[in-house]
């Protein structure tokens, strides 16, 4: 099993179509996936197959739907964390005032993650 953790930037017009696709396309390729979108950053959890994660990050990186993709970090898991297709939240900015934040780049970059134990209890956190 092998995931990526990446943000990116997009408009919010986007979105419907986005998901749609990422819940019918996860499905088939069996993988797991959590998303949060927060004013204009989307930060998005991918897990599965090694192959599979490297060729949908390679798919997703290409789309001109949204720019600034960065991995926020990557490896190797024993076991899913997590059990649907694309768990998917909006998120208001303010909900990220808890940890002094303004957007999704801020929380990135001040890096609260730093291995993949601490990727769900994050991710839970914010989509609460
Ligand atoms: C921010 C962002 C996240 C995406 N996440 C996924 C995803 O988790 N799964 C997925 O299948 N497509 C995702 N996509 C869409 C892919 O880029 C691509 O459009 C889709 O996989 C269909 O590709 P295809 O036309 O080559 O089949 C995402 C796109 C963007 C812009």
Redesign the pocket.
């Known amino acids: 099993m092998y995931y990526i953790l990446f943000l990116?930037r997009?408009n919010i017009d986007?979105l419907r179509n986005?998901i749609f696709?990422?819940v019918?396309?996860?499905k088939a390729?069996e993988?797991t996936?959590k998303?949060i979108y927060c004013n204009d950053y989307?930060l998005?959890y991918?897990e599965g197959e090694e192959k599979t994660i490297r060729s949908?990050f390679d798919?997703?990186s290409?789309?001109n739907?949204?720019n600034n993709?960065k991995i926020i970090l990557e490896g190797a898991i024993e076991n899913r964390k997590c059990n649907t297709p694309?768990d998917y939240k909006h998120i208001a900015p303010t909900v990220l005032n808890d940890i002094n934040c303004s957007d999704l780049s801020d929380v990135c970059s001040l890096m609260p993650i730093k291995d993949d134990s601490e990727i769900m209890p994050f991710f839970a956190k914010l989509m609460k």
């Open positions: 990116s997009t986007y986005i696709e990422c019918n396309n996860n390729l993988i996936s998303m989307y998005q991918i949908l798919i997703i290409q789309d739907r949204h993709i694309l």
